[in-house]
């Protein structure tokens, strides 16, 4: 069984290539259980959060291991972990493994980006990332290999964080800039990418301006949401799943428990996007809004893109 090095999942993830990775897999037979979710405290009283995704096709299958500890942000410690392990389909012999955090973060961000690519105006110029966790230091690459941004405005709470964020993309030659006040910036945005692990809402539906895509990462579990009944109420819905989003995510699920909206609400899921079975954005004043909460597929194909670049290089 190959342990593959952190460094080289860095290196076989490259944004474009991971998207591609995705629209093909999505466009695949396969089978994917639900996920087990299953929530306890520590000793300190944290709510944390451990997570199984299992999923298979006719070749390989994978399972991924992720813990959420969001007080981790104040022992200056990642909030999320996570092993992956790849395993033959047809005799179950385990062929990698490898750390997932960062396959995690990366297969998130290209999701969204894949799903903005039919869910965003043609014309958008402005971006906007809400977080500063792992998925958002991919979500301003992610999204540029999908739609040529003119700005890139970065909100996040810790400001020291927030500068060298926004250095580094500057550094790499990104238009960036670093935003304090979140109202204006959103009023702005063309398209607002937002992870963070907030459990109440940072982003108001009245700020939201007549053909926005918000793409909503970080809540993941029922009782926590990063956005409001407004922007809910005002925006076309897509999912990566229905059988995740509308259940796992208080940003579905609060919402359809208060008859704000109801699971045929959804337009369509992101394969039903990849397949062309559902256009995606049928107007350019169409607010639309775009929901992840995971899927164990995105992981496998990430994880493939890694596991044979790994055979083919070396």
Same mark, same amino acid.
């Given at each position: 069984?190959?342990?593959?090095?952190?460094?080289?999942?860095?290196?076989?993830?490259?944004?474009?290539?991971?998207?591609?990775?995705?629209?093909?897999?999505?466009?695949?037979?396969?089978?994917?259980?639900?996920?087990?979710?299953?929530?306890?405290?520590?000793?300190?009283?944290?709510?944390?959060?451990?997570?199984?995704?299992?999923?298979?096709?006719?070749?390989?299958?994978?399972?991924?291991?992720?813990?959420?500890?969001?007080?981790?942000?104040?022992?200056? +410690?990642?909030?999320?972990?996570?092993?992956?392990?790849?395993?033959?389909?047809?005799?179950?012999?385990?062929?990698?493994?490898?750390?997932?955090?960062?396959?995690?973060?990366?297969?998130?961000?290209?999701?969204?980006?894949?799903?903005?690519?039919?869910?965003?105006?043609?014309?958008?110029?402005?971006?906007?990332?809400?977080?500063?966790?792992?998925?958002?230091?991919?979500?301003?690459?992610?999204?540029?290999?999908?739609?040529?941004?003119?700005?890139?405005?970065?909100? +996040?709470?810790?400001?020291?964080?927030?500068?060298?964020?926004?250095?580094?993309?500057?550094?790499?030659?990104?238009?960036?800039?670093?935003?304090?006040?979140?109202?204006?910036?959103?009023?702005?945005?063309?398209?607002?990418?937002?992870?963070?692990?907030?459990?109440?809402?940072?982003?108001?539906?009245?700020?939201?301006?007549?053909?926005?895509?918000?793409?909503?990462?970080?809540?993941?579990?029922?009782?926590?949401?990063?956005?409001?009944?407004?922007?809910?109420?005002?925006?076309?819905?897509?999912?990566?799943?229905?059988?995740?989003?509308?259940?796992?995510?208080?940003?579905?699920?609060?919402?359809?428990?208060?008859?704000?909206?109801?699971?045929?609400?959804?337009?369509?899921?992101?394969?039903?996007?990849?397949?062309?079975?559902?256009?995606?954005?049928?107007?350019?004043?169409?607010?639309?809004?775009?929901?992840?909460?995971?899927?164990?597929?995105?992981?496998?194909?990430?994880?493939?893109?890694?596991?044979?670049?790994?055979?083919?290089?070396?």
């Amino acid at each position: 069984m190959l342990i593959i090095p952190d460094e080289k999942i860095s290196e076989y993830l490259e944004h474009k290539k991971l998207i591609e990775a995705l629209r093909e897999i999505f466009q695949s037979n396969y089978t994917m259980p639900v996920r087990h979710h299953h929530f306890y405290k520590t000793p300190e009283g944290d709510d944390n959060t451990l997570i199984l995704m299992p999923v298979w096709n006719n070749e390989y299958m994978g399972m991924k291991q992720v813990t959420v500890a969001p007080a981790n942000a104040n022992r200056n +410690m990642p909030s999320i972990f996570a092993q992956y392990i790849l395993s033959d389909a047809k005799t179950g012999e385990p062929l990698a493994i490898m750390n997932a955090t960062e396959l995690t973060a990366r297969r998130t961000a290209c999701t969204s980006a894949l799903a903005s690519s039919y869910l965003s105006r043609a014309d958008a110029e402005n971006l906007l990332i809400v977080g500063g966790g792992s998925v958002a230091t991919h979500l301003v690459q992610a999204h540029l290999a999908v739609t040529n941004f003119k700005k890139v405005s970065v909100w +996040m709470r810790n400001c020291a964080k927030m500068d060298d964020f926004v250095a580094g993309l500057k550094s790499q030659g990104i238009h960036a800039e670093t935003v304090t006040n979140l109202e204006e910036s959103v009023r702005k945005a063309d398209v607002i990418s937002c992870a963070t692990l907030s459990k109440t809402t940072i982003i108001r539906g009245d700020w939201i301006k007549p053909g926005t895509h918000l793409d909503m990462i970080g809540s993941h579990k029922p009782d926590t949401r990063e956005t409001d009944d407004v922007a809910i109420r005002k925006s076309t819905i897509f999912v990566d799943s229905r059988a995740g989003a509308l259940h796992e995510t208080g940003e579905l699920a609060l919402p359809i428990a208060d008859g704000i909206i109801t699971a045929g609400d959804v337009k369509a899921d992101i394969v039903d996007l990849v397949k062309g079975i559902h256009s995606g954005r049928t107007s350019s004043e169409e607010v639309t809004l775009f929901k992840s909460a995971g899927l164990a597929i995105e992981d496998l194909a990430a994880a493939l893109l890694v596991y044979k670049s790994y055979n083919t290089q070396g």
